[in-house]
């Protein structure tokens, strides 16, 4: 179709899809059928969807999840969020250039009855912890709705690529997170007690105990006896100079378009956050064809999984620790990106200051729960549980073993069990959702053999899968059987099991049969459109990204029993082949900066902090150093917070600005939040049936 189409994935097969023809400002173009505008738009090179009526910069994407406004635009003359509304064929999509003309009144609207469903429970969101639930529920034959606002259930799930940490007994570690999304999927849908509602979004939980819920554009409402709350989390915004670029956009976003879609939506990305988030992503990059320039991180070291980090650093990615994101640069999108160290208090140091070219800016600085629903039921008087990170902010394979007790919780609730959720559950999710541990010395191997497995793995982290897989159960846990440090002891048979099924790619294969002095390694490579075949010369590294020579390859392995991992044979030399974990893909003069300097650096207060009303931080600080404590006040004075996204955004960026000025946050006066998560035509509340193209 295109060259922003991912035509060619390591892990993911791309399938043949119809084509439909969709109209862009009066421009003809085609799409896949089913999927969602701003996907459409990207895969046509397209990348700002209008212009905001205020300042006239350029809208693009953001969260790509309903969640924010950026993406606007006017489909068949109804204002839509494009990352939410399927394409119809022959659809006629228009950018927001100013303000938009609202559609004209119909005379006589064609409505329907508002139907109402009663539900035992409601779960709010498809994702790993409500499809957790929704299972053990079953087991009770209880009556459950399953809202989700996507097309398919599986929540983030779907986006992941990579094969999952944690535990094989309990969150299927070894497996990729989209494997696992349709295995969880599969399991609730052969239920018939669960009935499931996709394109579905829950809107808001009403003082009469009513749900109100958007289902394929019509209007029903739902009674549940309980909701769970398992809507997952929104991601948070970052205030820097330039942040209103179009092409500055949500880890989420760039998986969604990347990993769910096939569209490849940038050439060149830099990534600002080092938590897991964001090395996962710039690790998705790669596996797309994407260049990843670098990634910067204010702590002195990335909070993320070493094990992560430790992958692209192999792969040629630059992380730039104790660094900040001073500056955007571009006239309407991205095209490069300054940044510079900081000190402890985390501010710039002059003469630090370092420029990358980049067409894409990702930002992976958190996440917080969407919790409104689980304080509407409180509100309302409904009992109402929460799940995975709409409870906590976790990985997933805590929601999955979150959400299993959960239901449990839930199958008491409703007076359907009795049975006690062992404490040994409790142990387990604590250990599920542990921060990593600290980072012990690199150990030379010891083993005399001659084949052996060198483990890699210097950080205590929730995975147990290497230990679970070898058939001479030779590779053990110290101490917790799931986040202890993998060791081995025995006799390994060099099947190379645990090189491929190793989330952190982080177990190589040394095996000195055939020459004892030039033994054979085994690496595993998971990047497989960076094509490696036999006769081509690597640059090799150690566990940190360090080159420690160039070795060719002699033999690849792409076995369907290693789940999409390569194995990768070079000969080494004797005193370095333990060492030896990966080779680079990226070149260096991909990552070199254009150095710069300056007198004096500072962040710029002029940032923004509400892309809705575009309201800076300049203008808020001068209300918070009035005293102005009540986030309903400074809404009121600068309108920040009335927006279409409803505060989702700017909410948290405010609260910093509090931090920053010494104020407590409880302190602060919360923003008081309108009824209705989403907009909503009013229409649809009495009953307005929804045209085919609407």
């Avoid at 309990?170 to 499931?196: H, M, P, W």
């Avoid at 009403?206 to 997952?232: H, R, W």
């Avoid at 081995?488 to 952190?504: F, I, Q």
């Avoid at 004892?516 to 998971?526: D, F, W």
Wanted: overall charge neutral; charged content about 25%.
């Amino acid at each position: 179709m295109n060259k922003n189409r991912i035509t060619e994935h390591p892990i993911l097969t791309v399938p043949e899809q119809e084509e439909i023809t969709f109209y862009w400002n009066s421009r003809k173009l085609k799409a896949r059928k089913n999927e969602v505008i701003s996907s459409a738009l990207f895969a046509n090179r397209i990348k700002i969807f209008g212009h905001h009526p205020k300042d006239g910069s350029a809208q693009g994407i953001f969260c790509a999840n309903g969640q924010c406004a950026k993406c606007t635009v006017i489909a068949n003359g109804i204002p839509v969020k494009s990352c939410m509304t399927e394409l119809k064929n022959n659809m006629i999509v228009e950018s927001v250039e100013g303000l938009p003309e609202l559609p004209e009144l119909q005379e006589n609207p064609n409505l329907k009855h508002i139907e109402t469903i009663t539900k035992a429970v409601l779960i709010i969101g498809g994702g790993p912890s409500g499809l957790s639930a929704a299972i053990e529920l079953a087991r009770y034959n209880i009556d459950t709705l399953i809202v989700d606002d996507k097309s398919a259930l599986g929540g983030k799930l779907v986006l992941q690529t990579h094969k999952f940490f944690g535990s094989v007994e309990d969150s299927y570690a070894g497996t990729r997170g989209n494997d696992i999304g349709k295995l969880l999927a599969e399991q609730v849908r052969s239920f018939k007690c669960v009935e499931i509602w996709t394109n579905s979004t829950a809107l808001y939980v009403f003082s009469d105990k009513k749900v109100g819920i958007i289902k394929d554009g019509t209007y029903k409402i739902v009674e549940p006896k309980v909701i769970l709350n398992a809507a997952g989390a929104r991601e948070k915004f970052l205030r820097f100079k330039g942040n209103t670029l179009a092409g500055i956009y949500g880890a989420g976003a760039f998986q969604t378009l990347v990993n769910r879609d096939l569209v490849k939506p940038a050439a060149n990305l830099f990534i600002v956050g080092g938590g897991n988030v964001g090395l996962i992503a710039g690790y998705h990059a790669l596996q797309a064809g994407i260049n990843v320039v670098g990634l910067v991180e204010a702590l002195p070291e990335c909070g993320g999984y070493k094990v992560h980090a430790d992958k692209l650093k192999r792969l040629g990615v630059p992380i730039f620790t104790s660094h900040t994101v001073l500056q955007a640069l571009g006239e309407e999108s991205v095209s490069a990106v300054k940044i510079a160290r900081i000190d402890k208090n985390f501010q710039p140091l002059a003469g630090t200051e370092k420029t990358f070219a980049c067409d894409t800016i990702l930002i992976a600085v958190g996440l917080e729960p969407v919790a409104e629903f689980a304080e509407e039921a409180e509100t309302a008087g409904i009992k109402v549980f929460s799940a995975g990170d709409a409870k906590e902010i976790a990985e997933a394979s805590s929601a999955m073993f979150n959400g299993k007790i959960t239901g449990i919780k839930i199958a008491r609730e409703l007076g359907f069990t009795k049975e006690n959720i062992p404490d040994s559950w409790y142990e387990k999710a604590a250990v599920l959702k542990s921060e990593p541990g600290k980072i012990t010395c690199y150990k030379e191997n010891i083993s005399q053999q001659d084949v052996y497995p060198v483990i890699h793995c210097r950080q205590e982290i929730p995975c147990n899968p290497c230990s679970t897989i070898c058939p001479t159960n030779s590779i053990k846990i110290a101490g917790n059987p799931i986040t202890g440090l993998p060791y081995y002891e025995g006799k390994c048979l060099g099947c190379a099991k645990c090189v491929a099924v190793c989330p952190g790619l982080a177990i190589t294969l040394v095996d000195h049969r055939l020459d004892n002095e030039h033994p054979i390694v085994t690496l595993p490579y998971e990047v497989k459109n960076f094509r490696i075949e036999i006769g081509d010369e690597l640059i090799c590294t150690d566990i940190e990204g360090n080159m420690l020579g160039k070795y060719r390859v002699i033999k690849v392995s792409d076995l369907k029993a290693n789940n999409h991992t390569q194995l990768i044979k070079i000969k080494a030399d004797r005193r370095l082949a333990d060492r030896i974990v990966s080779f680079r893909i990226q070149k260096d003069k991909l990552s070199t900066p254009a150095i710069e300097t300056a007198e004096k650096v500072r962040i710029d207060e002029t940032e923004m902090v509400c892309l809705c009303e575009r309201v800076t931080a300049e203008e808020v600080l001068k209300l918070i150093r009035k005293g102005i404590t009540d986030l309903n006040q400074i809404k009121a004075i600068t309108r920040a917070g009335m927006g279409p996204c409803g505060a989702k955004t700017c909410d948290n960026l405010i609260k910093q600005l509090f931090r920053q000025e010494g104020i407590p946050l409880k302190n602060v006066e919360k923003n008081t939040k309108r009824p209705v998560f989403i907009e909503v035509p009013l229409g649809r509340f009495a009953g307005e049936e929804r045209g085919d193209n609407d």
